[in-house]
């Protein structure tokens, strides 16, 4: 699929009786390969390449995918979509993005793709390596596996308002888990990591150590009593506390008047230290891109600054629905109407490292694993399971589990005090952070 036969697409939808419309093509190849115990347990490869067509006429709008990309194919979509989007509800806010608001190339280049093709042979060395490591660890028992994966992708989009952009990535992994101890008193741990190029991975060595090393780590963990008390979440899964901001200020749940924020724009979120940056062109980024799905150019935007809550996450219906203008950040899949997404996110503002917050705490819990949320996206009353760390004095002190920590997100976000051991893993990624007082159900 080329540029030309995808113009032709949306030029074949106008002459079907569309009054726009836009086509974005997607392709896939990936290999990925797990091993356990030693023994090889898994070789899995995919391929696949997909077409998305969606059309407007007057106010309404369809969208269809296949991936049946012959000519035969195409002019079926294009028949398929435009009868269907006849027969669609009227959208007063449906439409393609304004024209002046599209990406201009040529485009940065942002150095996404590693023309580096790993063997099944290699994938599997890598994931033997870390597994192999992570069982070394001494007081680990047994293993959830290692396993390392390649992939590329490309993606392309046209519309009939002139826009046509495409990029090509790449992804590179590895991972391993481990159990420590036996029986009822058995403990998991768990490290991995994502790139872009191949070279930017860790060592399998050091990631199947660190596997180990966590489980073992774990090993004794005890429950503790309902109490209330400051809480820190490790860097590692603190952005978690963050995710449902993303939600809370997305443009779609705003004009719905389900967020938790809908009244906070411009307004004070955080504490006045605090920002949080999304950044569309880090180089090599998990998130990285130069326009959006729906064309529109991306910039750089401090969504959180010294704060204060600048903006929503604006797709063009959501923006037409709130009298505003798209921010660049519409995130879509072949088939269905844009949602709202971010790039490579980052929490700012920290002035201690993890033992610093630890000493200022004094005595709390270090929460390092968190599962099953709950979420009232109406009033931000939120509460997870965790497992994580006692300490005393700023030290650790013993390992527990089976707790739950609770509270209402807006509270919790005006005192969370960042840390400043930010590591860039993926593409949303925050230090440590701690709450002053937290509500902690344990036994």
């Not at 024209?99 to 023309?115: K, N, S, T, W």
């Not at 481990?178 to 790139?195: F, L, N, P, V």
């Not at 604006?314 to 109407?337: D, I, K, V």
Request: with cysteine; aromatic share 6%; proline share 4%.
């Amino acid at each position: 699929m080329d540029e030309n036969q995808l113009n032709d697409l949306v030029s074949a939808a106008l002459d079907a009786g569309a009054d726009a419309a836009e086509a974005a093509y997607a392709e896939r190849q990936s290999l990925s390969v797990s091993v356990r115990l030693g023994a090889l347990e898994e070789v899995e490869r995919e391929e696949g390449r997909d077409l998305g067509l969606r059309v407007f006429i007057g106010a309404r709008q369809a969208s269809v995918s296949g991936s049946d990309i012959s000519d035969s194919g195409r002019a079926k979509l294009v028949e398929r979509v435009v009868a269907m989007a006849r027969l669609a509800p009227e959208d007063p806010y449906a439409g393609l993005a304004p024209e002046e608001r599209l990406a201009q190339g040529p485009f940065p280049d942002l150095d996404l793709y590693d023309d580096h093709e790993p063997t099944a042979e290699t994938l599997e060395a890598r994931a033997r390596e870390a597994e192999e490591a992570a069982r070394a660890v001494k007081g680990v028992t047994n293993s959830d596996g290692g396993s390392a994966g390649w992939s590329t992708s490309r993606w392309m989009l046209a519309t009939s308002g002139g826009f046509f952009g495409g990029h090509r990535a790449s992804g590179f992994s590895i991972s391993a888990s481990a159990i420590a101890g036996e029986g009822a008193g058995m403990e998991r741990g768990g490290e991995g990591r994502s790139t872009r190029h191949n070279e930017d991975l860790p060592e399998a060595g050091w990631v199947g150590g660190e596997a180990g090393a966590r489980a073992v780590a774990r090993l004794g963990a005890r429950k503790i009593a309902s109490t209330t008390a400051p809480v820190i979440f490790e860097n590692r899964i603190a952005f978690s506390i963050l995710g449902p901001l993303l939600g809370a200020i997305s443009g779609p749940s705003v004009a719905r008047g389900v967020s938790f924020l809908k009244d906070k724009l411009e307004k004070q979120v955080f504490a006045d230290n605090v920002s949080l940056l999304d950044d569309p062109f880090r180089v090599r980024g998990l998130g990285s891109g130069a326009f959006d799905d729906e064309g529109v150019a991306t910039e750089p935007t401090a969504l959180i600054d010294e704060g204060i809550l600048t903006t929503w996450l604006l797709n063009t219906a959501s923006a037409r629905q709130l009298g505003m203008e798209t921010t660049g950040h519409a995130s879509r899949g072949l088939a269905g109407p844009p949602g709202t997404g971010t790039s490579n996110v980052i929490l700012t503002g920290g002035e201690k490292d993890l033992a610093g917050l630890m000493g200022d705490a004094g005595k709390g819990l270090l929460v390092t694993s968190m599962f099953g949320p709950s979420l009232n996206g109406n009033t931000g009353d939120w509460s997870i399971g965790c497992s994580g760390y006692w300490f005393e004095d700023g030290q650790l002190a013993y390992p527990v589990n089976e707790i739950t920590v609770a509270g209402n997100l807006i509270d919790i976000y005006r005192r969370l005090v960042p840390g400043t051991d930010l590591v860039i893993k993926g593409s949303h990624d925050s230090p440590s952070l701690l709450v002053d007082a937290l509500a902690i159900a344990g036994s």
